[in-house]
């Protein structure tokens, strides 16, 4: 089993979340995050005063999943997160030793 974790553009998660479905992937977990990388945030003009906007806004999506689909997802998040320009974002693979389900105790990937 692997974890992917995705931080993309907000407005593109309904694109990546589609692309995960049509791979046949069922569950995901999607959270609000904020930061910064090459972008490095930018000035914001309000009531007359600068701010500078460090960290900017970004969805973290995370799924765990068999080896076997590892790879069309990946490529299912790259093709729908693109847009061409700094900021698309970055995924992340890591292993996954164990999975429970809590409500039945059931473990591996029948789990997921």
């Given amino acids: 089993m692997k974890k992917i974790e995705a931080v993309i553009k907000p407005f593109k998660l309904d694109e990546v ?5 049509e791979v046949g992937l069922q569950g995901i977990t999607v959270t609000e995050v904020k930061g ?5 945030g930018h000035t914001e003009l309000f009531r007359g005063a600068e701010y ?10 995370e799924v765990v999943l068999r080896d076997e689909v590892l790879e069309k997802a990946i490529e299912a ?24 389900r809590i409500r039945t105790g059931e473990e591996g990937d029948v789990v997921i």
């Fill in 52 to 61: 500078v906007v460090d960290f900017l806004p970004k969805i973290k999506i």
């Fill in 36 to 40: 910064f990388g090459r972008q490095k």
């Fill in 77 to 100: 998040i790259q093709k729908s997160a693109h847009t061409g320009r700094i900021g698309d974002g970055k995924i992340f693979v890591t292993p996954v030793e164990q999975a429970i």
């Fill in 17 to 21: 979340k589609e692309a995960l479905h």
